[in-house]
């Protein structure tokens, strides 16, 4: 069962990796969008 748990977190943690950048990009992108008095808040 330990194996099948591993293969889990394995899959979890590539997917996150392959998607958290895109969804940061998306984010920069729509803030850049945005105007300069919200990217002073950050």
């Not at 899959?11 to 803030?31: D, E, F, G």
Request: aromatic fraction near 0%.
């Amino acid at each position: 069962m330990s194996l099948i748990d591993g293969i889990l977190l394995t899959l979890l943690n590539t997917v996150a990796c392959l998607a958290l950048p895109k969804l940061l990009a998306i984010l920069s992108a729509k803030s850049q969008n945005t105007p300069t008095s919200s990217s002073a808040a950050i």
